[in-house]
């Protein structure tokens, strides 16, 4: 076997090696949703259940309104994704390729709330918060994150790499600045919107401290909260924690499916466009 054969199997081998760690997690909380709280606890451990159930899917739709919890996590992170993805785009633009008074000034001063510990802002976003009304609503659940340094940056990051001689020919065709960003940005960045969505959603989806926050009513909690709610005095009903947390990961992997093959789709055509 020679060398070059020798470094691409032992390759193949960490990656595999890498990925079964990574999945073995995930593999034993869908296992364990499927066992009894005392087939979870019986010695000598068993990664298989012997008698799998459904009793814990049915349990944590029946014991508490899941379904709600589910679809305001839903909604608290939809409308999340969609304001970032619009601040991103429409800030991103204007620190890239427009000229205005304190332009470098105010993109440094965005840059440098990056440094500030987000538990440090819950207490003045709280304050404003509840001033406003808008506690156990879904204003205070979405618009305190509604646009975040991260997603400005990164997407002015991209818009850089856009040549510039596409928005001259724009110019001279008579588009205007809209028309430039719409029908020239946009479309270019979608692998950059792709991956901001990703990440927004996911954030927020699995968002536990904000929503504890300024939550306090049942039919307002989200996903996580509601997952918190499976802990009694004797202990966390594990096999009924799992199911919830297969059924709260699910929406996720289905935003990022088909935000990859969206991804891989748009660098090909943006390849293609040269």
């Excluded at 990051?157 to 856009?162: N, S, V």
């Excluded at 110019?171 to 990703?198: E, H, R, W, Y």
């Excluded at 989200?222 to 009924?240: D, E, S």
Aim: proline share 5%; charged share 10%; net charge positive.
């Amino acid at each position: 076997m020679s060398k070059m054969k020798i470094v691409t199997l032992l390759k193949h081998v960490t990656l595999i090696f890498g990925a079964v760690i990574m999945l073995f997690p995930f593999f034993w909380a869908f296992s364990t949703s499927f066992k009894s709280l005392k087939e979870v606890f019986r010695n000598p451990f068993s990664l298989f259940p012997s008698h799998p159930t459904f009793d814990n899917y049915v349990a944590i739709f029946s014991k508490i309104p899941f379904a709600r919890y589910m679809l305001n996590s839903f909604i608290v992170a939809s409308a999340t994704t969609l304001f970032q993805i619009i601040t991103a785009v429409l800030g991103a633009y204007a620190f890239s390729r427009m000229n205005f008074k304190g332009k470098k000034l105010t993109f440094y001063s965005i840059l440098a709330t990056m440094m500030i510990p987000s538990q440090l802002l819950m207490i003045p976003q709280y304050l404003i918060v509840a001033k406003l009304g808008w506690i156990n609503t879904y204003e205070g659940l979405i618009l305190p994150y509604a646009s975040t340094a991260v997603s400005v940056f990164f997407m002015r990051q991209f818009f850089l790499t856009i040549p510039k001689d596409l928005e001259d020919a724009a110019i001279i065709d008579g588009c205007n600045q809209i028309q430039i960003l719409t029908k020239i940005f946009i479309p270019l960045s979608k692998p950059a919107i792709s991956t901001i969505a990703v990440f927004s959603f996911m954030w927020s989806w699995n968002g536990y401290f904000w929503p504890l926050l300024v939550v306090n009513v049942p039919n307002m909690r989200t996903v996580q909260l509601g997952l918190a709610m499976f802990r009694t005095q004797g202990g966390i009903q594990w096999g009924q924690f799992m199911a919830g947390t297969i059924v709260a990961t699910l929406p996720i992997l289905i935003v990022y499916f088909f935000a990859q093959k969206h991804f891989i789709k748009s660098i090909t055509l943006t390849g293609l466009k040269g």
